[in-house]
């Protein structure tokens, strides 16, 4: 565990230097929750991260889909929802939707129920929703650790990157699990690594290995100081309690509780130990699928699947039904 590193100094001068001093105050609440929330409440910041480019979001419908252009909630209705009607679907920590959205455009659905302790982000999520003509929508402002689930009421329970962020999780599958109907599916698509982010040895120096021998010097100007990133250290465990102290907080228990309470139907690796840390920050020189930026990306996918040979996956997609 590190307690504090370089980089916590890096990732709080960017967000001071991004979002003024009201960031800093947003996290001096002694409250876990309001400091959570706060993260989450932000909206129309500036960010380069991996997941918004569309070569890594294609990347990961491969490895679950087995086709870049098929996405895995259309994967799913397909494979495991053929002929079946009038579903109802739960989401916990569902953010703005997204993926939620999806899956209601599915006609197989008549209520997608979203549950998110952010009322910022369930007001975008109603309003992208009314968009779409999507009328089987429900959203509702609660707190997932200690809401009830009404017993065999759902369909589908779905976490998308929302489960590591929740702590008990013990007591949350066994509601999950009461809360599936004889023929439910649990579906997650999550952060599974290390809690609170704390990186192995070999994660780091295997992502400095890569800053220092295959990204070139243009590649490495973060989007939002300008500063050159040249080395990685992970981010310290005091950052991420204060930052917070929801994410990763029992993320390493998620897959041993899963087989405690079901029975895996498919479970798919799709890394992010390597291509998420890597490009946080730099993402934004890969967006434009210049021949350069496609070949650096490729280069970086080979030596994730490399690594992934040896470790641990850090993110799963998986389909579960109760024991």
């Not at 909206?43 to 996405?71: M, P």
């Not at 329970?157 to 649990?186: E, M, P, R, Y």
């Not at 907080?249 to 992010?272: A, D, H, Q, T």
Request: charged share 25%; hydrophobic share 40%.
């Amino acid at each position: 565990m590190r307690f504090i590193t370089r980089d916590d100094f890096i990732e709080t001068y960017g967000k001071i230097y991004q979002r003024g001093f009201r960031y800093f105050a947003s996290k001096l609440s002694f409250s876990a929750k309001e400091r959570a929330k706060s993260t989450f409440n932000e909206k129309n910041i500036v960010s380069s991260y991996a997941w918004s480019l569309v070569r890594v979001r294609q990347r990961w419908n491969e490895l679950i889909t087995g086709d870049k252009n098929v996405f895995y909630e259309d994967y799913f209705v397909q494979k495991y929802l053929a002929g079946r009607c009038k579903l109802k679907l739960l989401s916990l920590g569902s953010g703005v939707c997204s993926h939620e959205l999806r899956f209601a455009a599915h006609a197989c659905f008549d209520q997608v129920k979203c549950i998110d302790f952010s009322d910022v982000v369930l007001s975008e999520a109603a309003e992208n929703a009314s968009k779409a003509g999507l009328k089987n929508m429900v959203f509702e402002v609660n707190d997932v650790n200690t809401m009830q689930i009404p017993t065999q009421e759902y369909d589908v329970i779905l976490f998308h990157s929302s489960l590591h962020h929740f702590k008990n999780l013990d007591a949350l599958l066994q509601k999950v699990k009461n809360g599936l109907k004889n023929t439910g599916l649990l579906v997650i698509n999550e952060y599974v690594g290390k809690n609170r982010i704390q990186l192995s040895i070999a994660q780091v120096k295997e992502i400095n290995r890569l800053l220092k021998h295959e990204i070139p010097d243009a590649f490495k100007i973060r989007q939002i100081t300008g500063m050159r990133k040249n080395n990685f250290t992970g981010p310290g465990w005091l950052r991420m309690i204060i930052s917070d102290p929801s994410e990763a907080i029992e993320s390493e228990k998620i897959l041993p509780l899963l087989r405690k309470y079901f029975v895996e139907l498919e479970e798919k690796n799709i890394g992010g130990n390597i291509v998420i840390f890597l490009l946080k920050d730099i993402a934004h020189h890969f967006d434009k699928e210049t021949e350069e930026a496609n070949h650096l990306l490729n280069k970086i996918f080979e030596l994730e699947d490399k690594f992934l040979q040896s470790h641990p996956s850090d993110m799963v997609f998986g389909v579960y039904r109760a024991k």
